[in-house]
């Protein structure tokens, strides 16, 4: 699977918002009957003619009114025609006919949108000129599992345009103040209904204690929430020439570490600025002390961290089950500190994605959850419960059609991915320790495309070289080029980025069971996971 950090897939355009109506002119009982016109549609019953009024005779005044004899309706008519009684020097003159709407626009000049396409940026919410995220599946290429080679899955993100005030977003603003008004009705309605009830006793109870009285439990949502959200920290990360982006992190340790997103900071990685931001309104400035491409995780410090740092209580994801009760704290589009609920739909969903630079892609065997996560949701902490963390919000599949370099943001449709955090944690202590992640690997190159039916070791490695690494784990297990790796311990493999993914849940040194195909028969070998340092 591959998607954006967070995920696009093709989908259908939203389709244009309907045009409104025009607004009905009410006729004044003034206004002259209209003689349709010779084309019109249907026939229409004339109205009957009114008798003219007697001359009133000389002296009289005022002068004596025509009787206005309503004509009868006809059959099935409702209500029944009135009779006309607009003359010359009728006053206020009948309204001009309305001219029909063109097809699209709404009165007062509002034009409907044309179809937007929507994708999905990863968790980061962009501004400037560019931003983190990015994805989508490239050209397939070769790739080292365990490493990484020449045109991996993922893409580079592009920064969508600068959206206009004009269009949908003007008419969901009308619409809005629209609504403020009838509030605004209703509310004074509603008053004077209140007022009217004092007089005359109110039946209304109130409650015997205010909202800041109610004891809200540890397990529930508010409960961990209330614990969680002082811990989670909102990033904006900012390279040396302007464009960044805002995410997500949380307190690693009482040092003053904060976990997040590779994509989340990469932008700030050379040279450039990083802030963290607590719900609290105090913001600290940070800076990188590790990254991991492969893993999408990176580690910022801040610079003179307070005393108080309370860091979140790390879960174990490999005890995590489908159904479990998820909590997600992030800042979508910008919005710190939001808190979004869902479920665990789904263990070890193989997941690449982009870095948002283009140059390498990220793989994992993520958590799925339908807890809302949108751009800027990256980094951020994805809770149980009780309130510990077992992922780390990472990426997110979409509908959206306009694919990377797009003009609109696409927001959850419930399917967002996350790296366990049994995986995070473990790269997070190597960044903090040497400043650089180390890998699992097999020690050979794999195919990335999905047709393989497993992960097929290629006939080149990454710039002409072996497929297989000479003394490495795969060429001592007697592996070849040409062989289709179908297990990994119990875990079934289908591509070569599910293999990576999955190597890359493990740490070097462990030992793993193969499974492979070679000429048509099924053969299994144990070997040793190696190691490798950095991301290059």
Do not use: C
């Not at 690693?252 to 990083?274: C, L, M, R, S, Y």
């Not at 943001?409 to 960044?431: D, H, M, R, T, W």
């Not at 311990?489 to 999955?502: A, N, R």
């Amino acid at each position: 699977m591959s998607t954006e950090n967070e995920g696009t897939t093709e989908g259908t355009p939203v389709p244009p918002a309907p045009s409104a109506p025009p607004v009905p002119v009410e006729q004044s009982s003034a206004t002259a009957p209209q003689t349709p016109a010779a084309d019109a549609g249907a026939p229409t019953t004339p109205l009957p003619q009114t008798p003219p009024a007697p001359a009133a005779p000389a002296g009289d005044w005022p002068p004596p009114t025509a009787p206005q004899a309503a004509p009868a309706a006809a059959e099935g008519d409702w209500p029944a025609p009135t009779a006309p009684q607009a003359s010359q020097a009728d006053w206020p003159a009948p309204p001009a006919p309305q001219a029909a709407a063109p097809a699209g626009a709404a009165p007062g000049g509002w034009q409907s949108p044309p179809n937007a396409p929507l994708y999905a940026d990863a968790g980061t919410h962009a501004y400037g000129d560019g931003g983190a995220g990015g994805a989508g599946m490239g050209d397939a290429g070769a790739g080292g599992a365990g490493g990484m080679g020449p045109g991996g899955w993922g893409a580079s993100y592009q920064q969508p345009a600068p959206k206009s005030g004009r269009g949908r977003g003007g008419l969901v603003a009308a619409v809005l103040v629209a609504a403020l008004v009838a509030g605004g009705v209703g509310g004074g309605l509603g008053y004077t209904l209140a007022k009217n009830d004092d007089d005359t006793g109110s039946t209304t109870v109130s409650a015997s204690t205010g909202g800041g009285d109610v004891k809200r439990a540890a397990d529930t949502v508010a409960g961990v929430a209330q614990r969680a959200l002082p811990s989670t920290v909102t990033i904006e990360a900012e390279s040396s020439n302007g464009e960044g982006g805002t995410g997500t992190g949380f307190v690693f340790d009482t040092q003053g570490h904060i976990v997040t997103n590779n994509h989340v900071v990469a932008d700030a990685v050379d040279g450039g600025k990083v802030t963290a931001t607590f719900p609290s309104g105090k913001k600290y400035d940070a800076e990188v002390v590790g990254h991991a491409q492969g893993y999408d995780v990176a580690v910022i410090k801040l610079k003179n961290a307070p005393s108080d740092l309370k860091p979140l209580t790390l879960g174990d994801s490999d005890k995590v089950a489908v159904g479990d009760s998820t909590i997600a704290i992030g800042a979508p589009f910008g919005l710190s500190n939001t808190v979004t609920t869902g479920i665990i739909s789904a263990k070890n969903r193989p997941v690449a994605s982009s870095d948002g630079t283009g140059s390498s892609s990220s793989y994992m065997s993520a958590l799925q959850t339908d807890a809302s996560i949108n751009p800027g949701n990256s980094g951020g902490p994805l809770l149980d419960a009780q309130g510990n963390v077992i992922g780390i919000n990472s990426a997110i599949q979409s509908t959206g059609s306009g694919g990377l370099g797009g003009t609109s943001q696409s927001g959850s449709i419930g399917l967002g991915f996350a790296i366990p955090i049994n995986q995070a944690k473990y790269v997070a202590q190597q960044l903090i320790k040497t400043g650089e992640p180390v890998y699992a690997k097999i020690g050979a190159s794999v195919s990335l495309e999905d047709a393989t039916g497993g992960a097929k070791i290629t006939d080149q490695g990454s710039g002409g070289a072996s497929a297989i690494e000479s003394g490495g784990p795969a060429a001592k297990a007697g592996l070849k080029s040409g062989d289709v790796i179908t297990k990994l311990d119990d875990t079934v493999i289908d591509s070569g980025p599910t293999l990576i993914g999955e190597i890359w849940t493990h740490q070097p040194g462990d030992k793993v069971t193969i499974t492979y195909e070679r000429d048509g028969k099924s053969h299994t070998v144990e070997l040793t996971l190696g190691s490798r340092n950095g991301d290059s």
